[in-house]
């Protein structure tokens, strides 16, 4: 047992100093898409979090009220179909209607892993331009970098198409 807590103590230092050394942002990874509808129908299908479930395909269950200091609940799609992926409760921390929805979630300990969803709106002559960013920090980040890099960008431009595909047709 004591070996175990000098082993949860050594990993908690070494993450704290690792942090220090290498800094806060660990990794960032950005998609953009232009939407042919106004800022306002991307921002209400954006914020009715209780609803992404039913549009976005990379989302098997969502719910919670959007705002700053709120907390949702996510439970993302499973590479097996019918089941669920992993399921988190992130929590908003800036919202600045309607141009920027901002959460943050910690799995396990922040230091261990922390992913920040960042959707920011942008009004175009032609639309919205939406630009969609996760930044992942933390131990875990920076050893799954390689699998995020090569996973991340596809489910953020499924999610993207989908939510495209929804404001075009609620825009029409």
Do not use: C
Not at 35 to 62: G, Q, R, Y
Not at 99 to 124: P, V
Request: aromatic residues 6%; charged residues 25%; negative net charge.
């Amino acid at each position: 047992m004591k070996t175990a807590f000098k082993l949860l103590g050594a990993l908690l230092i070494i993450g704290i100093i690792y942090l220090a050394i290498d800094g806060k942002d660990m990794q960032t990874i950005t998609t953009e898409i232009e939407i042919a509808a106004p800022i306002e129908t991307v921002w209400d299908i954006v914020t009715d979090v209780d609803k992404w479930h039913e549009w976005s395909p990379t989302i098997n269950a969502s719910s919670g009220e959007v705002a700053e200091g709120s907390t949702v609940s996510i439970t993302m799609m499973s590479k097996e179909a019918g089941k669920d992926g992993p399921k988190y409760q992130p929590k908003i921390i800036k919202l600045d209607k309607p141009k920027l929805l901002h959460w943050r979630a910690h799995m396990m300990a922040g230091f261990i892993f922390t992913n920040d969803k960042i959707i920011e709106l942008e009004q175009t002559a032609s639309g919205t331009k939406l630009i969609h960013k996760e930044t992942f920090k933390g131990l875990m980040a920076s050893m799954m970098r390689g699998q995020m890099d090569k996973g991340v960008p596809p489910m953020l431009n499924m999610m993207n198409e989908a939510l495209k595909e929804k404001a075009e047709q609620g825009s029409s």
